[in-house]
């Protein structure tokens, strides 16, 4: 098929060619396609590091050719390709421990604000401690294990829930908790 052709396809239809027939011209359209996106997205997940946003440029894109069986054309293959890349990004932070990342990058950003506005973050974070006590049991335990770094996958596998309920359940905690923070303004 011609490369003209090829851009008129849609996703689904170019992800059934690189999938069945491993086609090259099919991928390089869809690269072209997506590229910009998921450097921002990618960019916004690692500021700072333009090397590491390379590479895990390079492995979403690896990742998505071994796993184009997993795609299904319900999905928009952008928000697959940044789930995947969010994967990516937050397994490595795992391993670098996150933590101690984190600690560091809040002693940068408390050296930066003003004593008022430190304080006023010190405040909200304790509105959002309240608040997340005030939740119903099983969304507090979502939301404290998320704080704890681990995925809605494991959260479901350490639960015994499946990994909708967990998502559902964060979502409805966080809408609880933005009710809550609302009221309390």
Known sequence: MRHEQLEQLSDGELVACCRDTADDKAFNVLYARYRLQLFSYLNRLLPRDRSLVNDFAQQVWIRAARNWHQYTDKQLL??????????LVMDHYRKVKNREMLEIHENILSTTLSPDEILEQENMQAKLRQCIEKLPEAQKEIVQLRAEGLSFKEIAGKRGISINTALGRMRYATANLRKM?????
């Open 181 to 185: 923070l609302n009221e309390l303004e």
């Open 78 to 87: 952008l928000a697959w390709l940044c789930t995947i890349a969010h994967n």
